[in-house]
């Protein structure tokens, strides 16, 4: 079992920032790719970004592309989605998830999910 908690979201004006935070506890977090999705009210939850186990590869959405950045610090067992260049589009619920995979952007490939953390990019 995986525990990921997030957090960092908030209330952010267009063309701000944000840096999202996903701590992770129970088995070793190095095993695990990691990927940001996000869900806003009346869509699907889909993909933004991923960092692949054991790796330096990350991959992102087209739409989040350029704008976020997402890293892991493996001996803090944590992963963050730095985003910049926000828009009001960006608004949605963001959920860290973590699957043993070596990397996709599929959304039921991840096993294990934090309960999310709002975002709210005012115009």
């Known amino acids: 079992q995986v525990q990921l908690i997030e957090s960092g979201g908030g209330l952010v004006q267009a063309g701000g920032s944000l840096r999202l935070s996903c701590a992770a506890s129970?088995?070793?977090?190095?095993?695990?790719?990691m990927g940001w999705f996000r869900q806003a009210p009346g869509n699907e939850r889909e993909f933004v970004a991923a960092s692949m186990r054991s790796s330096f590869t990350t991959y992102y959405a087209d739409s989040v592309k350029g704008r976020f950045t997402i890293s892991r610090d493996d001996a803090k067992n944590t992963v963050y989605l730095q985003m910049n260049s926000l828009k009001p589009e960006d608004t949605a619920v963001y959920y860290c998830a973590a699957t043993g995979r070596i990397m996709t952007p599929t959304r039921a490939h991840y096993d294990y999910w934090g309960q999310g953390t709002q975002v709210t990019v005012s115009s």
């Open positions: 129970g088995r070793t977090f190095t095993h695990y790719t």
